[in-house]
C-alpha cells in the first residue's frame, strides 16, 4: 500500500476544495451576508494543511487498483466532512449529523435534502450547496488528474475508481488531457444553460445555482417548492439539459472530433433516447387527465422523466399524486439511471444492456447447450472480466439497496416512504414518493437512517467498490 | 523524483504490438511525453500495458484499417510495427501508409528479408527497418575486439568509442583522482560515467577512481588503445569464439566475426537447424548438440576458447553457461539477456559483458523519435542508454548557431549531471575541456543524467 502517495493525492484534495471554498467567500461579500468568514475559516485551513502535506513529493507515484480505491473513498468523504463545516460552524445547520447529510448530497449530486425552507438560507450557503452538485458531478479526482502533472501512467485507477461506467477508457492517449477535455466539456456545457436561464429571465445567482445543480445531475434549488413556480421556458431549458448531461461525454468527444454519425449511433445513446421517449409517452397519456393544455402535461412529463432519468432530483410537478404507474415508471428510472461516462448515477443504462444481453444469452444457452455467444456491445465483443462484473455489481447493489432498507424501516414509516428513500439516496437522486416526496424532505428521519443514507449516497456516487473497500479488514494489514 | 520533461506536443505514436520491445518503448516513449496508442491483438496484454503506463489502448489487428483508424492513424505522427511476425509488420505499416502522412518503423528479423532490407525500405516508404538481432550482433562483436572492455559503442559514425571497463585491484588508476589521471596518463580521454555500488556518478576533476568501479570512457579508437595499453589492459584480439544456441543472433554474429577472420564453433541443439546453419555459414564449425551439457563443452574446447558467447533464447541459461564458463577458463564472456525485470541480479553476479537486445532496439527508436521532435539547429544522431538507462549519451549533430555555439565551455550554464564529452570538429575528434568551442557542423556528444534530451540547447540550465 502506497501511504505516502495516498497522503499527497488527499492532500491535493483538501488544497483544491479550499481554493474552490473561497468562491462562496466572494458571493458572502458581494451580498454582504457576513457568512464568508465560516467559508474563509474552513478554507485557510484547508489550503495550509493541503500545501504543507503537498510539499512532500512522494518518490513512489504508482497507484495500483487498491491505492485507486481507497484514495477516492477517501477523497470524497474528507471532502465532505470539511465540506460542511461552513453550514455547521455558521449555524445555518445546526445539527452535525443533519450538516453532513447535506454536503454529502451536495457532492455526490443526490440533492436530498433535510431543510424544510430553503429559502431561509443565506446566498452564500444556497451557492456553496449547490456548487458542490458541480464539484462533485464531474468528480474532483478527474479535475485534479486535469490540473496536477503526476508522473507515471498508473493513475487512470484515480479515474476508474471515480468516473461511472463498467468500463472507464480514455479518449486520447494522455489522462491529464482526458481529464481536461471532459472537464472543458462540462464548463461549456453548464456555461451554455446559465445563459439559456438568463434568457429566461432569471438573474445570475439564481441562473448559475440552477445550472450547478442541472450539471452534476445533482437537484438542489433554491426556492422550497424546486421548479414548481417557474415558468414553462425554464422547465424545458432545465429538462433539456438534464438530457444533455445524462449522455455519454464520450459522445461529445466524438462529436467534437466531428464523428456526429459515430456519437449517435452509439448503443447506450441511442437505447437511452429510447428509454426516455417511451417513458415520456407513457406518462404524458397517463397524467393529461390531470392538466388543462397538452403542453404543460407535456412539459411535467418531460421534466420529471428526465428529472429521474439523469438522477438529478428536481420537481415540477408534485409526481406523488400521480397516477401509480406513472409513479412505478419513475421507480424504474431511478434504479436505471443515466449513461456510463455521465454526470449522473443509478445502475447506468450501459449496464442494464449488458445485463439483458447478458440475460437473452443465458436463455438461448438453455436452448442450445454448446452456443458460443458472447455478448457485444456497439459490435464488439465485451471481455468475459466486464460482463461477470457487471453482475457482481448489481447483486452487490440489491445487497446494499435490502440491508439498508432495513435498517430504515426501523423507524417504522410506510413502506413507500423507506423504499423510495432508499431508492432515492442509493441512485443519487433526491425526491423519493410519500413522506419523501418532491414537495417534502428527509429531516424528520431518524440519525441512524441518516447516517445509513449518507452511505448509500456516497456508494452510489462511487458505484459502491471505493467506499466498500475502505471497509474490507485485509486492506489496512501490512 | 525524476523530472521529466513534458513537452506541449509530443508525437502521436503508435506502437503495434505489445511484446517485450513493444512494452520498452510504450515506458521509455511514454516518460518523454509522447501521445502513444498501443495496438495488440490480446486484450488482457492491451488492458495492463494502458493501466501501468499513460497510454490508450486498442484490441484489435494492427494490419487492418479499423482498428488503424481507431487508434487514430489519420493524425498519427509515427506507427512502429514490432510484433512478433515481420509479415504483419510490414503489411501494418503499408497499410497505414496508404492513408496517412506518418512516419513507419517496422522490425523485421527474419534473414531472408534482411538482406533486402534496404530495398524493402525504399519502395515501402518506411523510415526505418529495425533487425535487433543483427544490431545485438554488431555490439556483441565489437567488445570482442576489445575484449577486456565490458562494452564498446561506436559514435559520431565510428570516429570515437564508449567504452566501458571495470577497475581491476592494484591498477595504477585505483585511487587516482580524474585531474590526477590527465597529468599523468593522458589528456586525450573522458570518464564520462563511474558506477560504483549500484549508484552512478558523472565525475568531476576531484573525484577519486578506486578498484571494482565501472568506468564509460570515451575517446578515439586509436587513443582508446592507448589507454588501455598504458594501464595495463590486454589488448589482444580473440581468434575463436564459441557460440552455444543457433539462432538469429547467433547467426548474424558469427556472421560477422567469420568475415573479421575469427573461427567460430556454434553448438545447438536441432538438428535441421544445424544443417540450415552449415548452409548459411560454411565456414562455422557447427556442432550438433546440448550446450548446456557441461561434458560436451569440455570436449569442444570451452577451456581453449577465446571467447564464449551463449546466445540460446532463455536468460536462465545463459547466466548459468556464463558462470560455468568463468568458473573453469578465464575465456571473455558475453551474456545475453532478454527480460529486463531482473536487472538489480544480473548486475550482481560477474557475468563478464551483459547485453540486452531489448534496449539496443529501443535505442534505436528513440533515437530517432528524439531527431523527429528536435527543434531545427541540432540533430540527434545516436542514443545510447548507459548504466542501464541511468545514464544517456546522445550525439547531436549541430546544423545552426544558437546559444551553445561559439562560446568556451566553461562560459556556459550546463544541467547538473551533464558533460560534454565530445567534439567532432571538421573530421578531428576533440575530447573538450573548457576552452574549447562548439560551432556549426560540429558534432558534439552530450554524458546527461537526465533524461528526454531532444536538442543541443536542452543542456543548458
Known amino acids: ?478 | 523524483m525524476p523530472v521529466f520533461k513534458t513537452r506541449p506536443a509530443g508525437l502521436k505514436i503508435i506502437i503495434v504490438g505489445a511484446g517485450k520491445v513493444g512494452t520498452t518503448l510504450v515506458e521509455q516513449l511514454s516518460h518523454e511525453g509522447h501521445d502513444i496508442t498501443i495496438v495488440d491483438k490480446v486484450a488482457s496484454k492491451v488492458n495492463d500495458i494502458a493501466t501501468t503506463y499513460d497510454v490508450m489502448g486498442c484490441v484489435g489487428n494492427g494490419a487492418t484499417y479499423l482498428t488503424l483508424v481507431e487508434a487514430g492513424v489519420k493524425d498519427a505522427d509515427l506507427i512502429i510495427a514490432v510484433t512478433e511476425s515481420d509479415e504483419l509488420n510490414l503489411l501494418c505499416c503499408t497499410i497505414a501508409k496508404q492513408f496517412s502522412n506518418c512516419s513507419a518503423i517496422s522490425r523485421l528479423r527474419n534473414p531472408d528479408y534482411s538482406k533486402e532490407a534496404n530495398y524493402l525500405r525504399e519502395t515501402l516508404g518506411l523510415s526505418m527497418l529495425i533487425n535487433p538481432d543483427h544490431e545485438a550482433a554488431k555490439v556483441m562483436s565489437r567488445v570482442l575486439y576489445i575484449p577486456t572492455a565490458l562494452e564498446v559503442r561506436s559514435f559520431a559514425h565510428g570516429q570515437a568509442l564508449i567504452t566501458k571497463i571495470k577497475i581491476p585491484e592494484g591498477n595504477i588508476i585505483d585511487k587516482m583522482t580524474i585531474a590526477e589521471l590527465g597529468s599523468k596518463i593522458t589528456n586525450n580521454i573522458l570518464i564520462c560515467g563511474v558506477e560504483r555500488d549500484g549508484s552512478v556518478f558523472i565525475p568531476g576533476g576531484s573525484f577519486e577512481l578506486a578498484a571494482g568501479d565501472i568506468i564509460t570512457v570515451v575517446a578515439t579508437s586509436k587513443e582508446q588503445n592507448n589507454f588501455l595499453k598504458s594501464i595495463g589492459f590486454a589488448m589482444n584480439t580473440i581468434k575463436d569464439a564459441m557460440i552455444i544456441g543457433g539462432g538469429r543472433s547467433s547467426y548474424y554474429l558469427a556472421d560477422i566475426l567469420i568475415k573479421k577472420g575469427i573461427s567460430v564453433k556454434i553448438i545447438e541443439k536441432d538438428l535441421r537447424r544445424c544443417e540450415h546453419l552449415n548452409e548459411l555459414l560454411p565456414k562455422a564449425t557447427i556442432i550438433n548438440g546440448d550446450g548446456t551439457n557441461t561434458e560436451l563443452l569440455l570436449e569442444e574446447g570451452i577451456k581453449n576458447a577465446d571467447a564464449f558467447i551463449p546466445l540460446t533464447g532463455i536468460d536462465e541459461q545463459n547466466v548459468m553457461l556464463s558462470l560455468h564458463a568463468k568458473k573453469i577458463s578465464d575465456t571473455k564472456r558475453i551474456t545475453k539477456i532478454n527480460r529486463t525485470g531482473f536487472i538489480d541480479i544480473v548486475n550482481s553476479l560477474d557475468l563478464g559483458s551483459v547485453f540486452y537486445p531489448m534496449f539496443i532496439t529501443a535505442d534505436m527508436i528513440l533515437a530517432y523519435v528524439r531527431a523527429k521532435t528536435a527543434a531545427p539547429g541540432s540533430n540527434i544522431e545516436t542514443v545510447y542508454h548507459l548504466f542501464d538507462s541511468r545514464a544517456e549519451a546522445i550525439t547531436f549533430k549541430v546544423t545552426d548557431d544558437s546559444k551553445i555555439t561559439g562560446k568556451p565551455l566553461k562560459e556556459l550554464k550546463i544541467k547538473k549531471n551533464t558533460l560534454i564529452s565530445y567534439i567532432g570538429h571538421n573530421g578531428e575528434a576533440i575530447i573538450p575541456t573548457g576552452n574549447d568551442v562548439i560551432s556549426k557542423g560540429d558534432t558534439v556528444m552530450v554524458v546527461t543524467m537526465q533524461t528526454g534530451f531532444d536538442d543541443i540547447g536542452d543542456i543548458l540550465e
Open chain 1, 1 to 478: 500500500m502506497n501511504n505516502r502517495m495516498i497522503r499527497y493525492i488527499l492532500c491535493q484534495v483538501m488544497r483544491i476544495e479550499g481554493v474552490l471554498m473561497l468562491l462562496p467567500c466572494l458571493i458572502s461579500i458581494i451580498y454582504g451576508d457576513g457568512e464568508g468568514m465560516y467559508y474563509g475559516i474552513v478554507a485557510g485551513v484547508l489550503i495550509i494543511s493541503g500545501f504543507i502535506g503537498c510539499h512532500f513529493v512522494p518518490k513512489d507515484q504508482s497507484i495500483n487498483v487498491k491505492e485507486g480505491y481507497t484514495v477516492t473513498g477517501l477523497s470524497w468523504i474528507v471532502m465532505s466532512l470539511f465540506g460542511c463545516l461552513p453550514f455547521w460552524l455558521s449555524g445555518e445547520i445546526p445539527s452535525f449529523t443533519n450538516a453532513f447529510y447535506e454536503t454529502v448530497s451536495g457532492f455526490t449530486t443526490t440533492g436530498a435534502s433535510i431543510l424544510s425552507d430553503v429559502e431561509g438560507l443565506t446566498h452564500t450557503a444556497l451557492f456553496w450547496r449547490s456548487f458542490t452538485h458541480w464539484i462533485g458531478g464531474m468528480g474532483v479526482l478527474v479535475f485534479l488528474l486535469a490540473l496536477i502533472p503526476m508522473s507515471g501512467g498508473s493513475n487512470i485507477n484515480l479515474m476508474k475508481a471515480e468516473s461511472p461506467g463498467p468500463s472507464v477508457g480514455k479518449l486520447v492517449p494522455k489522462i491529464r488531457k482526458t481529464a481536461l477535455i471532459l472537464y472543458v466539456i462540462y464548463m461549456i456545457l453548464t456555461l451554455l444553460e446559465t445563459v439559456f436561464l438568463l434568457f429566461g429571465g432569471l438573474n445570475l445567482f439564481d441562473s448559475l445555482c440552477l445550472a450547478f445543480g442541472t450539471a452534476g445531475t445533482g437537484g438542489f434549488a433554491i426556492r422550497n417548492d424546486s421548479f414548481m413556480s417557474y415558468g414553462l421556458y425554464i422547465r424545458w431549458v432545465a429538462a433539456i439539459f438534464m438530457f444533455l448531461f445524462g449522455l455519454n461525454f464520450n459522445a461529445y468527444y466524438m462529436m467534437l472530433m466531428r464523428q456526429f454519425k459515430k456519437a449517435l449511433l452509439m448503443e447506450e445513446v441511442r437505447i437511452y433516447f429510447l428509454i426516455v421517449t417511451i417513458s415520456t409517452l407513457i406518462i404524458f397519456a397517463k397524467i393529461l387527465p390531470m392538466y388543462e393544455t397538452a403542453f404543460t402535461a407535456m412539459t411535467d412529463s418531460f421534466f420529471q422523466v428526465m428529472t429521474v432519468t439523469s438522477t438529478t432530483g428536481f420537481g415540477s410537478a408534485d409526481f406523488d399524486l400521480w397516477p401509480t404507474t406513472a409513479k412505478v415508471i419513475l421507480c424504474f428510472l431511478m434504479f436505471m439511471g443515466a449513461c456510463a461516462g455521465s454526470t449522473g448515477g443509478g445502475v447506468k443504462v450501459s449496464r442494464l444492456i449488458i445485463l439483458w444481453k447478458s440475460f437473452v444469452r443465458e436463455i438461448q444457452a438453455l436452448i442450445h447447450p454448446k452456443i458460443v455467444k458472447k455478448v457485444k456491445m456497439d459490435g464488439k465483443p465485451l471481455e468475459l472480466d466486464v460482463v461477470r462484473s457487471t453482475t457482481v455489481f448489481l447483486a452487490t447493489y440489491m445487497i446494499i439497496f435490502l440491508a439498508s432498507l432495513l435498517v430504515v424501516s426501523l423507524d417504522n414509516y410506510d413502506l413507500t416512504t423507506s423504499f423510495t428513500a432508499v431508492l432515492a439516496n442509493l441512485n443519487n437522486i433526491g425526491p423519493g414518493l410519500s413522506l419523501v416526496g418532491p414537495t417534502c424532505n428527509y429531516g424528520f428521519l431518524s440519525g441512524l437512517s441518516k447516517w445509513v443514507l449518507t452511505f448509500d449516497m456516497l456508494a452510489g456516487r462511487l458505484e459502491l467498490y471505493p467506499i466498500l473497500v475502505l471497509l474490507a479488514p485485509s486492506l489496512y494489514k501490512k
